[in-house]
């Protein structure tokens, strides 16, 4: 029987090549990255000792380095185990829970037309090219112009023109022998019984041509020039090429670009919005990025993201609209999470796209809000949380409820385990519960300690009454503009500054210290170059450098930030006993808490690696240590609080 090559792509597409492979092999834990989708094994076609044979799961293929066999899913399993072709083919479409198709000639007679539709794709594509550079494309050209995109990033994406008229590619097409039927079938045409004669699809549109997995061209995406028009973008229809939900723009080359490496993303696939964001970003050098077409992400879609990447980055404009299809994104995907397999969520600013954001800001720009991109427990932890008030008992169980219950969708045993235990320390840690069932220092307010920027919660703003936690509240998900500042941060650098004897006695500790936030890292530095260039520097010194450096805002904003927070011992009127005290142990808690997240993100990635029990209790261990770390953090009431010289109020 011959299978069409639709059929063929979409087992290879469900069924990762690791999963063919990773039943006839041991894989090597030292040069393995199964997040990556990246094996290594010794080889089954020849004894070795030394692990030479290589699976990619993003290519769907295997190579040998020391006896050269390579091939896909289906070789494999004809190579070593000997089954026919036809018998391979049913074993990997098994695996991937697709029937097998019907064994009849309509079908192939089906495939050899779909082969003959991707050539009048082609045709179309060409025609399109054409008409931008024509004198026809002029206001296309200078539209795209304004966009900023080059011609060479035209060409590369393909860009075109569809002409403002009725006919004029289906009088092209007809010209090149393609009959009406085919143009109908690929979806260049409107046609239909009330239509008497059918006309050109694409009008007076800028034309973006969606290809699939293997680079031919089977839909387009149309931006309308003219503002009246209803529909700004307008996609293909669904035909025997083109089922929207099955596929995402630019998918082959972003693959590329992921095989390439480079500093861009991390190694990991970023789905973004529209075809205009994907271009954008791969001119800025982001050649790893891909967008649904103009519905919501669906589950097909999700299975190509984690076939490039085991944690997909989604982002999404920082707007309500975009934070709604950041939670469809998480609802779907929840379901389906496993070790190494998962999202994370970064928001653009207030009002921005990624297109805006490069134009603006550059590159560095769109790397930083990748930077700050969220896991999916805190978008969950977010939604569920954000807005409410859990002042009464019913009301806070009510919330464990639904975290029990969302958390309760997750099919994987092991990630299921996790997130239940995840949620039950996040909502601890958010009513400021202690062990014992008494009511942390958090609970009851007044003036709070270094709870900010180090533990992996954070403690609970407002007592519990504001249902966001301090972690969340700083993250890229719920602020549209620069990054804020953690708030144990800017109390440790506005102490220095306010007590700069701090900094003669601590200097070696002052010099180490890790600051994330750019502005306070720029005040830590300069605070470091007056000491290391005056030896008599006071606290107006600084202050007055820090003006000449342009540097007075934001170090207003930090004293603004430990003021409101009511961290009175790190401004410049507190004694300076109460703020040596307070100043090393939360110095103490800082490192501690950062040497632990650093911990616990190694840990998370051996048991994704590996899940072995030992993997499981290590990691249980280091989130016990970092509970205690929040736990000491809550006892702290404020500089020199043990001492009693601090009374305010």
């Not at 090597?28 to 290594?40: L, S, V």
């Not at 861009?264 to 050649?287: K, R, W």
């Not at 109390?491 to 890790?514: K, M, S």
């Amino acid at each position: 029987m011959r299978f069409s090559d639709s059929f063929l792509d979409e087992i290879r597409g469900r069924v990762p090549i690791s999963a063919v492979i990773g039943t006839r092999v041991q894989w090597d834990r030292k040069k393995t990255n199964a997040p990556r989708g990246d094996f290594w094994a010794c080889c089954p076609f020849h004894g070795e000792k030394t692990p030479s044979f290589h699976c990619e799961d993003r290519k769907g293929r295997y190579h040998c380095f020391g006896c050269g066999v390579s091939g896909d899913h289906f070789r494999f399993l004809t190579e070593l185990d000997g089954l026919s072709f036809p018998e391979a083919v049913e074993k990997i479409a098994d695996m991937a829970g697709v029937p097998m198709p019907a064994r009849d000639e309509q079908e192939e007679r089906r495939e050899k037309e779909r082969a003959s539709l991707t050539d009048v794709m082609e045709l179309a594509a060409r025609f399109f090219q054409d008409q931008l550079q024509s004198a026809t494309g002029a206001r296309a050209r200078a539209y795209l112009r304004e966009r900023a995109l080059t011609s060479v990033t035209q060409q590369e994406f393909r860009l075109g023109y569809a002409p403002d008229s009725r006919n004029a590619l289906k009088e092209f097409l007809a010209g090149k022998g393609v009959e009406k039927a085919q143009m109908e079938a690929c979806g260049l045409l409107v046609s239909g019984p009330d239509v008497p004669v059918s006309y050109d699809r694409f009008r007076d549109r800028v034309m973006f041509p969606i290809p699939d997995a293997r680079g031919r061209i089977i839909a387009f995406g149309g931006r309308a020039m003219s503002p009246d028009v209803p529909a700004k973008y307008l996609n293909s229809p669904e035909t025997e090429l083109f089922h929207k939900g099955n596929v995402l723009f630019n998918f082959a080359r972003a693959r590329k670009g992921l095989a390439r490496g480079g500093p861009n993303g991390g190694g990991t696939v970023i789905a973004v919005e529209g075809y205009m964001d994907v271009i954008a970003l791969a001119q800025a050098g982001f050649d790893n990025v891909v967008a649904p077409l103009g519905t919501a992400l669906t589950e097909r879609q999700l299975e190509l993201l984690w076939q490039m990447s085991g944690e997909p980055v989604m982002c999404f404009d920082g707007d309500q609209a975009g934070l709604k299809a950041a939670w469809r994104a998480a609802d779907l995907a929840l379901p389906m999470i496993a070790p190494g397999r998962t999202l994370r969520f970064a928001l653009l600013p207030e009002g921005q796209d990624p297109d805006d954001l490069v134009r603006t800001g550059g590159s560095d720009a769109f790397r930083a809000v990748l930077a700050d991109a969220r896991p999916l427990a805190d978008l969950l932890w977010m939604r569920e949380t954000a807005g409410g008030t859990f002042d009464t008992p019913e009301r806070r169980a009510e919330l464990e409820k639904r975290l029990r219950e969302l958390t309760g969708r997750i099919r994987d045993e092991s990630v299921r385990f996790h997130y239940q235990q995840e949620m039950r320390d996040r909502v601890q840690s958010f009513f400021g519960i202690r062990r014992g069932g008494e009511r942390s220092s958090g609970e009851r307010g007044g003036a709070g300690g270094f709870r900010g920027g180090g533990g992996r919660q954070g403690g609970a703003l407002a007592a519990g009454r504001l249902a966001v936690s301090e972690s969340l509240a700083r993250s890229a998900l719920v602020r549209s503009a620069a990054r804020s500042m953690p708030l144990r941060e800017a109390t440790l650098v506005v102490a220095l500054v306010n007590h700069p004897h701090l900094v003669d006695e601590n200097f070696d500790a002052a010099e180490r210290l890790e600051v994330s936030h750019a502005e306070l890292q720029r005040l830590k530095s300069a605070l470091l170059d007056a000491f290391a260039h005056d030896h008599d520097v006071d606290r107006d010194g600084l202050v007055a450098a820090f003006s000449a450096l342009g540097l007075a805002e934001p170090w207003q904003r930090a004293v603004d930030l430990v003021r409101k927070a009511r961290l009175w011992p790190a401004l410049e009127d507190a004694a300076f006993e109460d703020a040596r005290d307070a100043f090393l142990q939360a110095l103490h808690l800082h490192r501690t808490a950062g040497f632990l997240n650093k911990e616990l993100k190694a840990a998370e990635l051996a048991l994704a690696n590996d899940p072995t029990e030992e993997n499981i209790r290590h990691l249980v261990a280091i989130q016990a240590q970092l509970r205690d770390v929040q736990a000491t953090e809550a006892l702290i009431e404020g500089f020199g609080v043990q001492s009693g010289r601090v009374g305010r109020g």
